[in-house]
């Protein structure tokens, strides 16, 4: 069965410190993708970052990493120089492309930045 | 960029009446859409696929009956709640699926808030 585990309810992190959030999946198809999103409160659903199956670089956008360890099944967001306005719920998402690639979520984790 | 937009952006119906949402995909053409539906302090869980021209693909435990989804055309899929019920206060998103740069991509409406009384 497809499963995505997100081990962490809530954070706290410092403002200017790197955060890692934590991501495990469980699926048995050669061909997925990994997505991290960022909901605030307002309820909209934002895009961070995208990991391909067989991408081997890691990505990156901006301030947002993705920790890609195929073998381990973990694909963990890094959040460099943390700002308040990254106080949010983030979840992780895994698309499988043997269902009709529907994207299912992880329970999420709640982050909030201190000043 | 690629746009969905939801309305209405929030919703408030007495028990027993149905409320009909509208997903639109603004700048592209969408032949699937997905509903989800977010408890408070829960994640996103898929409710159906949908796909223009024919039927609705329900999620396990879901009740067709009850949530009604229209794909009547490449921008517009509907989600009608019958008979709602309290505890189908929650919200609802909607995301359209659109092919690109030779790959499909997601994208995400604001979100319904329903408040069933």
């Known amino acids: 069965a497809q499963k995505i585990t997100q081990t962490q309810p809530g954070m706290f992190v410092q403002e200017k410190e790197a955060v890692t959030l934590d991501c495990t999946y469980d699926?048995?198809?050669?061909?997925?993708?990994l997505f991290w999103y960022k909901q605030p409160s307002s309820g909209e659903m934002i895009f961070l970052i995208y990991q391909g199956s067989y991408d081997e670089q890691n990505a990156t956008e901006g301030r947002y990493s993705l920790n890609f360890q195929k073998a381990r099944k973990s694909a963990n967001l890094v959040i460099s120089a943390s700002q308040l306005g990254d106080s949010a719920m983030y979840f992780c998402?895994?698309?499988?492309?043997?269902?009709?690639?529907?994207?299912?979520f992880g329970s999420g984790t709640r982050l909030s930045i201190r000043p | 960029g690629a746009v969905v937009s939801q309305h209405p952006s929030w919703v408030i119906c007495k028990s027993g009446t149905s409320v009909k949402i509208e997903c639109r995909s603004l700048d592209f053409q969408a032949t699937t859409m997905f509903w989800y539906r977010q408890f408070p302090k829960q994640s996103l869980m898929l409710m159906a696929t949908s796909n223009e021209g024919s039927k609705a693909t329900y999620e396990q435990g879901v009740e067709k009956d009850k949530f009604l989804i229209n794909h009547a055309s490449l921008t517009l899929s509907t989600l009608t709640v019958t008979s709602a019920h309290p505890e189908d206060s929650s919200f609802y998103i909607c995301?359209?699926?659109?092919?690109?740069?030779?790959?499909?991509?997601?994208?995400f409406g604001p979100g319904t808030r329903l408040t069933v009384t």
């Open positions: 998402a895994m698309r499988y492309h043997s269902s009709a690639s529907k994207i299912i």
């Open positions: 699926t048995s198809d050669q061909s997925y993708g």
């Open positions: 995301s359209a699926r659109a092919y690109r740069d030779f790959n499909y991509e997601q994208y």
